[in-house]
């Protein structure tokens, strides 16, 4: 793993440690712990690999858009979205993520990210709150070695359906 990355994991898990050790809420009850395991994908980024950029939101009440008749106020989504760059082959990327993520508990089950589409690596953790984690990883391109690595969970209760 290179220093820069190294130093850029170790600064992420900093953060959700102070996070969560200062009590800074996290609108679900044990939201801030479940965030926490959701960036745990971030440890899965291969060794070497170049151009890492981390995006990751928690959920929050959305409230419902009184400009779209019916929809209603509900939780939106913990999501990570993490692109890298890598001259790895696509085995030996997905191999590497499955190993790291399986260290945090993940298991890998692909399968089709939606109808007529093929199937993508994928990996579910048990945050135990009635909902799966969800992980994706997928090139961005062909045969470009950009990577796109995902991770969600949905808290359970009502979906919010805020304005666009």
């Known amino acids: 793993m290179s220093p820069r990355l190294r130093h850029f994991l170790a600064a992420a898990l900093v953060a959700v440690l102070i996070y969560a050790a200062l009590g800074l809420s996290h609108p679900v009850r044990n939201g801030a712990v ?4 959701v960036q745990s994908v971030q440890a899965a980024v291969p060794e070497g690999t170049t151009q890492v950029a981390v995006r990751a939101t928690p959920a929050r009440w959305i409230g419902g858009c009184p400009q779209i008749p019916g929809s209603h106020a509900g939780w939106g989504t913990d999501e990570v979205f993490i692109t890298f760059t890598t001259s790895r082959s696509r085995a ?6 499955t190993t790291a993520l399986a260290r945090r508990g993940w298991h890998r ?6 109808p007529g589409q093929g199937t993508n690596a994928h990996w579910t953790l048990d945050v135990h709150s009635g909902h799966l984690a969800q992980a994706w990883a997928y090139p961005l391109g062909a045969a470009t070695g950009h990577w796109a690595l995902t991770a969600s969970w949905r808290p359970p209760g009502p979906v919010g359906q805020g304005c666009p």
């Open 109 to 114: 089950r692909d399968a089709a990210s939606g």
């Open 92 to 97: 030996s990327t997905i191999a590497a993520m």
């Open 34 to 37: 479940i965030f926490a395991q």
